[in-house]
Antibody, heavy 113, light 110 residues
Framework: QEQVVESGGGVVQPGGSLRLSCVSS????????LHWVRQAPGKGPEWVAF????????TYADSVTGRFSISGDTSKKTLYLEMNSLRTEDTAIYFC??????WGQGIPVTVSS | QTVVTQEPSLSVSPGATVTLTCGLS?????????AGWCRQTPGQAPRTLIG???TRISGVPDRFSGSILENKAALTITGAQADDESIYYC??????????FGGGTRLTVL
């Protein structure tokens, strides 16, 4: 059974940086691509970023454009989310999702002084 | 900015059928929006039930079905059970490799 596991979360001060990782046992078997989705406390999910499988093209939600960067390493079966200039409103559980079908368990990120 | 709309809450009796819908503020939903449906219980990751409008994900009971109804994506639960009580989110592709979630429908089974 496919496993998707996120790591790299934690507590960071406003303006700081974090890099999240997502290891998938079937990383290269996505049909369309890989997503990062986040969910702030008490809120619904918010789509954050996408990396298309066939072209490696990347897209971002307006709320993170210019601050977050999605990338992948197929040899390591790992998806990354580099998060810079973090704000308190970036506090959330961050999930990676393959084709928006297979989800990881999520990793918490807290931005607080 | 395009907004994805869902009923905030619905209730259904055990054994009855309920349909949740998912619309777009900018117009009609079609198969080109590749609608997905997931549900989430507190403290858990979302679980996708339906992808690409109609495709039931492996392991999902066949009482869940996806469709397009009156220009909206729809999730129909036929023969609702007590453990179907959850929050259901739809996900729409809005073009340009951008996706949007709806605000969620809290389904009560009583």
């Amino acid at each position: 059974q496919e496993q998707v596991v996120e790591s790299g979360g934690g507590v960071v001060q406003p303006g700081g940086s974090l890099r999240l990782s997502c290891v998938s046992s079937e990383f290269t078997l996505s049909t369309y691509g890989l997503h990062w989705v986040r969910q702030a406390p008490g809120k619904g999910p918010e789509w954050v970023a996408f990396m298309r499988k066939d072209t490696n093209d990347k897209t971002y939600a307006d709320s993170v454009t210019g601050r977050f960067s999605i990338s992948g390493d197929t040899s390591k079966k790992t998806l990354y989310l580099e998060m810079n200039s973090l704000r308190t409103e970036d506090t959330a559980i961050y999930f990676c999702a393959k084709d928006m079908i297979t989800w990881g368990q999520g990793i918490p990120v807290t931005v607080s002084s | 900015q395009t907004v994805v709309t869902q009923e905030p809450s619905l209730s259904v009796s055990p054994g009855a059928t309920v349909t949740l819908t998912c619309g777009l503020s900018s117009g009609s939903v079609s198969t080109n929006n590749y609608a997905g449906w997931c549900r989430q219980t507190p403290g858990q990751a979302p679980r996708t039930l339906i992808g690409n409008t109609y495709t039931r994900i492996s392991g999902v009971p066949d009482r869940f079905s996806g469709s397009i109804l009156e220009n909206k994506a729809a999730l129909t639960i036929t023969g609702a059970q007590a453990d179907d009580e959850s929050i259901y989110y739809c996900i729409l592709y809005v073009g340009g490799d951008i996706w949007r979630f709806g605000g969620g429908t809290r389904l009560t089974v009583l």
